[in-house]
């Protein structure tokens, strides 16, 4: 199994308690040597003169030596910042225009905040002013608040002179700022290795603070390594203007992640955006006129749903290197904008596409943000020989087949989601096998049950999951499976291989050939020690499950849309299937049973099936047969089929033999709201 980082969350809080200058009685050392009141040198207790390295036991390290300065009001000349101060933001700090401020690796600005004053305490780089913030990985530049809340301060603010479609000086919506002219190449300085932490102050419903705001900032401009958390507005908003930006890291903004409107067209290259916690809105939201920005390398992963992109008015983009995971929603169209607008990867966007993909963008990079959480994506491919337990926090993607070999058990706890990460020509080799003598433990629950999908989230698109037993079979003992020619059958029918419960398997079902085809679940010769209860089959190309002889029992099964058959069984199964719902609702489907072969008699004890598009119910083959009780049919043109003309004694229902004259349509056995634990996921 390879695994790679696929997310990175939460900033370990920084000590920023107000730090004094190391003089007074209380912290006073002794007199050096000569008897001379000590100072503190670049922190250290210098008992000689100050600069002149000192030795002895003078010479000691002077414990909270960074001093304090306060930041406040504006400055029209050039300001360069001590890293071994820390300043203390009071108010709103200006810098006018023709005057840069310079901020060295290292710096920290704290902004202290009393109740009422969020709004009006932001740092603000005017129109015709410069900025330099001079970070490095190992000390990057930190804005922060001092009571470390969300909305505490009003962040960065900078003011450009390229084009928007607000105009030339606009009036921005916070502090009545003006920006806006006619000069794309305007440069307002540059930014690398930035921490922006706890802003977005609301100043009405309508208008607040981000964590970084660029109002028409020109592509003279340099922004790089940029990391915007806690915000509860947006982490960047760009108002118009051409800015670039690069490698930005983006954590928790209550509102939108990346925003912008009035026409921005700069790229934004390498963006990681994370959702951990509830309250946040969306990864994107663009409004306005379609500036066409462009996106390359966007990843955005969310732990608690909601929507990725939104799109407002006639707003775009250019995307390339698309990665989304965890989101209900990929593509919000908010004002049924064109979809042609949003190029992704050369083609129109496409709501229906979750977007799901490996990473593209490595959150190593921003290792730099010094994040004490993480999660994980990791591969899933080859062949396991040991125990292995996934990681519901984890995104699993399949890639290629998976085997668990002999002697090995797979668990997989609640919630965890594997997606089939299928590319063109590779459906049928994309799959999960429980190899005969191995295990699987999947421990889903109603509220959280273990999801196995795919990428492109279209029927037959991989080949579900297989079990391999050593249970008795038509077929002998070691047959080939139809499928990977896989070995399966023996001798004993209380085999175990393992425990199912709370699963759902969607667009499963890849085809071989005409004659043989992958299913949801596949069960081959399995035997009745294992458990296989609620189960959801979902939008398959062939069949929902299929037993291939063995004893196996299953509980609490439900079937939609599968394309051929919703339940099959050869090879002489002789289970008992409990509680099944089938649902057809769209064209293309074959049976809710088809059963083949030898007659295994197995059991089906409540079945209910549901067709709102015709067909025909059950379909029998050859000798095969079951004892049917609780057997209710809706909606079906046909209820028995007996292909091949095998006895109507074979298959018992409520203790007679079948008719093929009855519509069995009597009220619904099984109570579809059963399941309800899939329709929620």
Same mark, same amino acid.
């Given at each position: 199994m390879k695994s790679r980082k696929f997310l990175a969350m939460g900033l370990v809080s920084l000590a920023?308690?107000?730090?004094?200058?190391?003089?007074?009685?209380?912290?006073?050392?002794?007199?050096?040597?000569?008897?001379?009141?000590?100072?503190?040198?670049?922190?250290?207790?210098?008992g000689d003169e100050?600069? *002149?390295?000192?030795?002895?036991?003078?010479?000691? !390290?002077?414990?909270?030596?960074?001093?304090?300065?306060?930041?406040?009001?504006?400055?029209?000349?050039?300001?360069?910042?001590?890293?071994?101060?820390?300043?203390?933001?009071?108010?709103?700090?200006?810098?006018e225009s023709g005057a840069t401020l310079t901020i060295p690796a290292g710096t920290k600005i #704290? !902004?202290?905040?009393?109740?009422?004053?969020?709004?009006?305490?932001?740092? *603000?780089?005017?129109?015709?002013?410069?900025?330099? #913030?001079?970070?490095?990985?190992?000390?990057?530049?930190?804005?922060?608040?001092?009571?470390e809340e969300p909305g505490d301060w009003g962040g960065l603010v900078i003011l450009g002179d390229a084009p928007t479609t607000a105009g030339v000086d606009a009036v921005a919506e916070v502090g009545q700022l003006t920006y806006g002219g006619s000069n794309g190449s305007d440069d307002s300085g540059s930014i690398n290795y930035l921490i922006i932490n706890y802003a977005g102050a609301s100043i009405n419903p309508e208008s607040q603070f981000n964590g970084l705001t660029l109002y028409a900032v020109g592509s003279g401009t340099t922004i790089q390594n940029v990391a915007l958390l806690n915000g509860t507005d947006d982490g960047v908003e760009f108002f118009g203007g051409t800015v670039n930006a690069t490698n930005l890291y983006l954590e928790n903004n209550q509102d939108d992640a990346i925003d912008w409107t009035e026409g921005w067209n700069g790229t934004l290259t390498n963006a990681y955006v994370l959702h951990s916690i509830e309250g946040f809105s969306t990864a994107v939201e663009a409004d306005g006129e379609n500036g066409n920005p462009t996106l390359e390398n966007l990843t955005a992963v969310s732990s608690t749903g909601g929507t990725a992109l939104q799109f407002k008015i006639e707003s775009g983009a250019t995307i390339t290197g698309l990665s989304l995971a965890g989101y209900e929603t990929s593509f919000d169209f908010r004002d049924d904008g064109a979809f042609s607008n949003v190029q992704i990867d050369g083609a129109d966007a496409d709501p229906s596409n979750a977007y799901l993909a490996p990473a593209t963008v490595d959150v190593a990079s921003f290792d730099w943000v010094n994040s004490s959480t993480e999660v994980t994506t990791s591969v899933l491919e080859g062949n396991i020989t040991s125990d292995l337990t996934l990681d519901a926090d984890v995104s699993?993607?399949?890639?290629?087949?998976?085997?668990?070999?002999?002697? !090995?058990?797979?668990?997989?706890?609640?919630?965890?989601? #594997?997606?089939?990460? +299928?590319?063109?020509?590779?459906?049928?080799?994309?799959?999960?096998?429980? =190899?005969?003598? !191995?295990?699987?433990?999947?421990?889903?629950?109603?509220?959280?049950? +273990?999801?196995?999908?795919?990428?492109?989230?279209?029927?037959?698109?991989?080949?579900?999951?297989?079990?391999?037993?050593?249970?008795?079979?038509?077929?002998?003992?070691?047959?080939?499976?139809? *499928?990977? =020619?896989?070995?399966?059958?023996?001798?004993?029918?209380?085999?175990?291989?393992?425990?199912?419960?709370?699963?759902?398997?969607?667009?499963?079902?890849?085809?071989?050939?005409?004659?043989?085809?992958?299913?949801?679940?596949?069960?081959?010769?399995?035997?009745?020690?294992?458990?296989?209860?609620? +189960?959801?089959?979902?939008?398959?190309?062939?069949?929902?499950?299929?037993?291939?002889?063995g004893t196996v029992n299953a509980t609490n099964m439900y079937l939609e849309n599968n394309e051929d058959d919703a339940i099959d069984w050869t090879e002489g199964w002789s289970g008992t299937l409990t509680n099944a719902y089938v649902s057809h609702t769209i064209q293309g489907f074959s049976t809710a049973v088809e059963a083949d072969g030898e007659n295994g008699n197995p059991t089906l004890t409540n079945l209910t099936a549901v067709s709102s598009t015709g067909g025909t119910a059950l379909q029998f083959k050859i000798e095969s047969g079951a004892t049917i009780t609780g057997l209710s049919l809706s909606g079906y043109e046909t209820a028995l089929d007996f292909r091949d003309d095998g006895a109507l004694s074979n298959v018992q229902i409520e203790g007679v033999d079948s008719d093929p004259t009855q519509s069995y349509e009597v009220e619904a056995i099984v109570d579809v709201s059963t399941f309800s634990w899939v329709t929620g996921n």
């Open positions: 920023m308690g107000l730090i004094v200058s190391c003089s007074g009685d209380d912290n006073s050392p002794d007199p050096g040597p000569d008897g001379a009141a000590p100072t503190c040198t670049d922190g250290i207790k210098n100050e600069g *002149v390295d000192c030795g002895g036991s003078a010479c000691t !390290a002077c414990p909270d030596s960074t001093t304090t300065e306060n930041l406040e009001g504006s400055t029209t000349e050039d300001v360069t910042l001590d890293s071994n101060i820390t300043y203390s933001l009071k108010g709103n700090y200006s810098v #704290i !902004a202290d905040v009393e109740e009422g004053q969020n709004t009006s305490t932001y740092i *603000v780089i005017q129109k015709g002013a410069k900025i330099d #913030i001079q970070g490095t990985a190992s000390n990057p530049v930190t804005m922060t608040s001092a009571n699993y993607f399949l890639s290629g087949n998976f085997s668990v070999e002999e002697g !090995a058990t797979l668990t997989i706890p609640a919630g965890t989601v #594997i997606t089939a990460d +299928v590319e063109e020509g590779e459906e049928t080799s994309t799959y999960i096998v429980i =190899q005969k003598g !191995a295990q699987i433990d999947i421990q889903g629950t109603a509220a959280n049950p +273990v999801v196995m999908t795919s990428i492109n989230q279209e029927p037959g698109d991989w080949g579900g999951l297989v079990i391999l037993g050593d249970a008795t079979t038509t077929a002998g003992i070691n047959a080939i499976a139809e *499928v990977g =020619q896989l070995t399966y059958g023996g001798s004993d029918d209380t085999d175990n291989s393992g425990t199912i419960d709370y699963l759902i398997i969607n667009y499963a079902g890849a085809s071989i050939n005409p004659e043989s085809q992958f299913n949801g679940l596949t069960l081959y010769a399995v035997g009745s020690g294992t458990t296989i209860t609620n +189960v959801a089959l979902l939008n398959g190309t062939d069949d929902g499950v299929e037993f291939f002889g």
